[in-house]
């Protein structure tokens, strides 16, 4: 048996209830890992909140790190008793101990704490795939500046590191002083305010009057039209997420007004079909974690069964960098 957090219908932080599940053993393909750590993270509000429409019941959460209790036939890179951990589908990290397919869990390198395990996975190669693979079509070089969005937030501040870790030039945005100071600390040049200032105005300013070769944006609504206007021509608008709701529908045509932009909206779970991919890209996260290139800021951690508080705070735009779930 598990405790896990379930939900029978879409809607606010407590529609989230915490249930005894019953766990069977990994079929061919499949894990079963007992948790450690679980993290939080801003899909788990979307596919909550039904932003993200799945079958009910729904079992929440993508991401954690444990320790491999049983293994099913044909997997081949995890054994009983290993370290691990991941950011997966399907939904469901929120318990104790579940049965899951092995395909995207990895080994996780002893000298990282199970914390950091669960709090880096999803939020890490996310920034992974957005800075090394998520490029505009001239390429992103050494001194090229990015606008990346909600900097000081759990993917943000991951970005930030790596990003000057790549020698790239990182305007971030925050929605507080505090926060922008934070994103600065961890290595965004510049960090607009954009509850107080227009910031599309600002990076005109910072640029030169040139623009970004990419902007980040995972706020969506409120932020999609002035960050096509911070970005310089065949500039690449890279949506990925929706933190603010859903970017309204518009006509191509205004990409080529502004510069003949290109337009892509990513998410990690394309580019984790494959496990010698999904490995791939581990592997770069743990070397920018092992070599300190990039600290994983645990900035809030809750109880599981604190997990519709965990989930208000983050709503509320509470939190900075990552946020775990502990058990
Ligand atoms: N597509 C993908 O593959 C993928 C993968 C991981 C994450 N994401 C997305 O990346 C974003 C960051 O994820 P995360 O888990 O690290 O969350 P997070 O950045 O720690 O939290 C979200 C942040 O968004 C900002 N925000 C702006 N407007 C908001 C609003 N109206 N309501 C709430 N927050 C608002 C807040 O920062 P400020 O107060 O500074 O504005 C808030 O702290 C999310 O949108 C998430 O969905 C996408």
């Not at 990182?170 to 510049?190: H, M, P, R, V, Y």
């Amino acid at each position: 048996m598990s405790i896990a957090v379930q939900i029978d219908r879409n809607g606010g932080p407590e529609v989230m209830q915490l249930v005894d599940v019953q766990v069977g053993e990994p079929g061919p393909g499949e894990i079963r890992i007992r948790h450690k750590a679980i993290g939080l993270n801003f899909i788990d509000v979307y596919q909550r909140s039904g932003l993200y429409a799945l079958p009910m019941p729904l079992k929440l959460g993508m991401e954690a790190s444990g320790i491999v209790e049983a293994v099913g036939e044909g997997v081949t890179h995890l054994q009983v008793a290993d370290r691990a951990a991941y950011a997966s589908q399907p939904p469901g990290s929120y318990c104790e101990v579940r049965v899951m397919p092995a395909k995207c869990v990895c080994k996780l390198p002893d000298a990282i704490s199970f914390e950091t395990g669960a709090a880096m996975m999803l939020k890490g190669l996310t920034a992974q795939y957005l800075l090394r693979r998520t490029l505009p079509v001239e390429g992103l070089g050494k001194g090229d500046f990015v606008l990346f969005h909600a900097a000081a937030g759990g993917v943000g501040l991951i970005a930030c590191q790596w990003a000057k870790a790549l020698g790239l030039r990182l305007i971030g945005t925050a929605g507080s002083d505090a926060k922008c100071q934070l994103a600065k600390d961890n290595g965004a040049e510049f960090c607009i305010n954009y509850s107080t200032e227009d910031f599309a105005a600002r990076v005109k300013d910072i640029t030169g009057g040139q623009g970004v070769k990419v902007v980040y944006d995972s706020v969506g609504k409120d932020t999609w039209d002035k960050s096509l206007d911070c970005l310089r021509p065949f500039g690449l608008m890279a949506s990925f997420g929706n933190a603010s709701g859903a970017v309204a529908a518009f006509a191509p045509g205004l990409l080529g007004n502004k510069g003949s932009l290109y337009v892509t909206r990513q998410t990690l779970f394309s580019h984790i079909t494959t496990r010698e991919r999904t490995q791939a890209m581990a592997d770069e996260l743990f070397d920018v974690v092992l070599s300190g290139q990039v600290k994983i800021h645990i900035d809030q951690t809750f109880a599981l069964a604190q997990v519709q508080e965990a989930h208000r705070a983050l709503e509320a735009r509470k939190t900075t960098g990552c946020t775990i779930l502990t058990l």
